[in-house]
Every structure is written in structure tokens, then in C-alpha cells.
Nanobody, 124 residues
Framework: VQLQAFGGGLVQTGGSLRLSCAAS????????MAWFRQAPGKEREFVAA????????YYADSVKGQFTMSRDSAKNTVYLQMNSLKPEDTAVYYC??????????????????WGQGTEVTVSS
């Protein structure tokens, strides 16, 4: 299984970025997907998740209304559209895959596969 995240970079406050995560080696439609992030000196935190079908999305309170997660089953890819970026969004962003469909979508322990991370830096 491989999750390859890309799309990070340097952006000014108020700017936008779209992260992508391409999955291979798994049956994409059987996995809930998520994005987590880890800022310097902080613990990894949940950002967003999307159900297997894509019909449900879940967001951390800190990014609701600002980030949008989606998935494209034809491309085995998930996306994270990030708008109105702030310096506090600076972090390494990781995509993750979980075979579980329980309610604990924000728990990193539920995700068995992780991508390598892509760095997002928001300058003030």
C-alpha cells in the first residue's frame, strides 16, 4: 500500500492550496480516508475525513468552513482544498487510510496506512 501526498508549498496568508493524495495497492472504495497535520513542536492532529463512498465528510472545528475534503474513486485520489489560509495552518499534512467505518474517524490509531506528508507553510 502506498499513499503519496503532494501539493504543499509556501503561500501567503489568505491564499489557497489543494493537497492531493494518490492511493495504490488497496481497494480504494473500502477505505475511509483522512488528513492529519503536525505543526512544529506539536502533536499530530485530525483535520478532515471522508467516508468510503464520499457521501460524508468530517472536519476539525478549526478548519470547518475553510477546508473541503473530497475523493475521486476513478483516480484513487483524495483532495484537501484549503482556503483562507492562516499562519496557524502551517504544518506537515499527512493523508491516511482506514479500513474501519466506526465513528472514531478522528483517531489516528484507527488509520493503518499513512502517506509521507507534504509541507504547507503560510507566511504572514
Amino acid at each position: 500500500v502506498q499513499l503519496q501526498a503532494f501539493g504543499g508549498g509556501l503561500v501567503q496568508t489568505g491564499g489557497s492550496l489543494r493537497l492531493s493524495c494518490a492511493a495504490s495497492g488497496l481497494t480504494f472504495g473500502l477505505y475511509r480516508m483522512a488528513w492529519f497535520r503536525q505543526a512544529p513542536g506539536k502533536e499530530r492532529e485530525f483535520v478532515a475525513a471522508i467516508s468510503r463512498s464520499g457521501s460524508s465528510t468530517y472536519y476539525a472545528d478549526s478548519v470547518k468552513g475553510q477546508f473541503t475534503m473530497s475523493r475521486d474513486s476513478a483516480k484513487n485520489t483524495v483532495y484537501l482544498q484549503m482556503n483562507s489560509l492562516k499562519p496557524e495552518d502551517t504544518a506537515v499534512y499527512y493523508c491516511a487510510a482506514s479500513a474501519s467505518s466506526d465513528v472514531y474517524y478522528s483517531r489516528s490509531q484507527n488509520y493503518g496506512y499513512w502517506g509521507q506528508g507534504t509541507e504547507v507553510t503560510v507566511s504572514s
